[in-house]
C-alpha cells in the first residue's frame, strides 16, 4: 500500500519554465491539498480538493493552478516559475473534512 | 485570521524524562486540533486528534490536552528516547474542510 506518492522527488527550473507536480492517492480519499514548506513559515496551503472535479483556494494560491480530473490524481502546476516558489511541496489526503491527512515525503523544487 | 504559535527554539531534553511541546493559537477556538511528527526529508505524519469538548487524549506514551479558555494546547511525550526526536506540528481544524499549521518545534532527546 504505497500510501500518498509525489512525482517527481526532486527538479530544478530555470525562471519562467512550467511544470507539473504529480500527486496519487491509493485509498480513495475524497479530500486532497498542495502545501509548500519554507523555513520559518511552517506549511502553508496552496489549493485543495473536496472530491473529483473540485478545487479550492488556500492561503497563498497565487502562480499555481491545480487540477482533480480523477479521484485518486491532484496536480499541481506552476505556469512561469518564480525564484520565490523555490520550497518543498507537500500533497496530502484525507478521507473527508476533519479527519487526518496522509502525506506524501514532499518534492523539492529549486528555481535558478 | 487565526495565527498560530509554537516555540521556534529547540527542546533538549534527557532520554526518560517527560517532553511538553506548546500550541497556542489566537482568535477562536477550532473544532479539532492535532498534533503531527515530522522527520527531516519526510512528509508529517498524523499522531493525535482532539475535539474541543475533549480536554485530554492519550496513546501510549503520548499525552494531548486542549483548553479553549487558555487557547493551547499541550503536547506530552513520556519516557522520551533518542528515537522521539524530531519536529513536532500543530494543526487547528476552523471548517472540517483544511488546517492551519504551526510552524513546528524540534525535540532533541539525548541519550
Known amino acids: 500500500n504505497a500510501g500518498v506518492t509525489q512525482t517527481p522527488k526532486f527538479r530544478v527550473l530555470k525562471t519562467g519554465q512550467s511544470m507539473t507536480l504529480l500527486c496519487a492517492q491509493d485509498?480513495?480519499?475524497?479530500?486532497m491539498y498542495w502545501y509548500r514548506q519554507d523555513p520559518g513559515m511552517g506549511l502553508r496551503l496552496i489549493h485543495y480538493?473536496?472530491?473529483?472535479?473540485?478545487?479550492a483556494k488556500g492561503e497563498v494560491p497565487d502562480g499555481y493552478n491545480v487540477s482533480r480530473l480523477k479521484k485518486q490524481n491532484f496536480l499541481l502546476g506552476l505556469e512561469s516559475a518564480a525564484p520565490s516558489q523555490t520550497s518543498v511541496y507537500f500533497c496530502?489526503?484525507?478521507?473527508?473534512?476533519?479527519?487526518?491527512?496522509?502525506f506524501g515525503d514532499g518534492t523539492r523544487l529549486s528555481i535558478l | 485570521s487565526q495565527k498560530i504559535e509554537q516555540n521556534s527554539e529547540a527542546l533538549n531534553i534527557q532520554e526518560g524524562k517527560t517532553a511538553t511541546l506548546t500550541c497556542n493559537y489566537t482568535?477562536?477556538?477550532?473544532?479539532?486540533l492535532q498534533w503531527y511528527r515530522q522527520d527531516p526529508g519526510r512528509g508529517p505524519v498524523f499522531l493525535l486528534l482532539i475535539r474541543e469538548n475533549e480536554k485530554e487524549k492519550r496513546k501510549e506514551r503520548l499525552k494531548v490536552t486542549f483548553d479553549t479558555t487558555l487557547k493551547q494546547s499541550l503536547f506530552h511525550i513520556t519516557a522520551s528516547q533518542p528515537a522521539d526526536s524530531a519536529t513536532y506540528l500543530c494543526?487547528?481544524?476552523?471548517?472540517?474542510?483544511?488546517?492551519?499549521f504551526g510552524t513546528g518545534t524540534r525535540l532533541l532527546v539525548s541519550p
Open positions: 485509498m480513495n480519499h475524497e479530500y
Open positions: 496530502a489526503s484525507s478521507p473527508q473534512g476533519g479527519w487526518p491527512q496522509h
Open positions: 494543526a487547528l481544524d476552523m471548517d472540517f474542510q483544511k488546517l492551519v
Open positions: 480538493s473536496v472530491g473529483e472535479g473540485t478545487t
Open positions: 482568535n477562536y477556538s477550532p473544532a479539532y
